[in-house]
């Protein structure tokens, strides 16, 4: 006799990220060994003192390192995808069911900071991943070409 499934909808269910994520996938490896906790200190001036509280810098370049992985360039793509995966949600510590933040507040966040800050952060996250192991070589390049926009300001 053919089955047939029938989804009924659960009034409470019990559900942990970590437990779905597997042990050997790349985001949870590198959630173990990137401690970030560097970039409250590093970026603190950067930040007001008074209003809402913004969107965190560890957060906020975990998603830029989830953007450059997945080679999203659009940081609405980003958070479309990223909210899609949860392997993605559980390396900036974001629950299955919590909303990640808008593409614009990550726009406004990217601005908040000098190029020597990204930088900073690159070398330091370069360095934390080539100590345990997940970048092999000896070379890193980066590739890159100006670029005569055409635009009018």
């Known amino acids: 006799m053919q089955g047939k499934k ?30 970030l906790q560097f970039l409250y200190k ?14 965190g810098s560890v957060v906020f370049f975990k998603l830029c390192l989830i953007g450059y992985l997945e080679k999203s360039i659009s940081d609405r793509k980003l958070v479309e995808h990223s909210s899609m995966r949860q392997d993605i949600l559980y390396f900036p510590d974001y629950d299955i069911d919590e909303e990640l933040p808008w593409h614009s507040t990550i726009s406004r966040t990217r601005q908040l900071f000098p190029e020597e800050v990204f ?35």
């Open 119 to 153: 930088e900073s952060v690159f070398e330091r996250v370069l360095s934390l991943c080539v100590a345990k192991g997940m970048v092999s070589g000896h070379t890193q390049a980066v590739d890159s070409a100006p670029v005569k926009a055409n635009a009018y300001g």
């Open 42 to 55: 590093e970026t603190r001036k950067y930040y007001g003192f008074c209003g809402q509280k913004s969107l």
């Open 6 to 35: 029938h989804h009924q909808p659960k009034l409470f269910t019990t559900f942990q990220l970590a437990d779905r994520v597997p042990m050997n996938s790349f985001y949870r490896r590198l959630k173990d060994i990137l401690d």
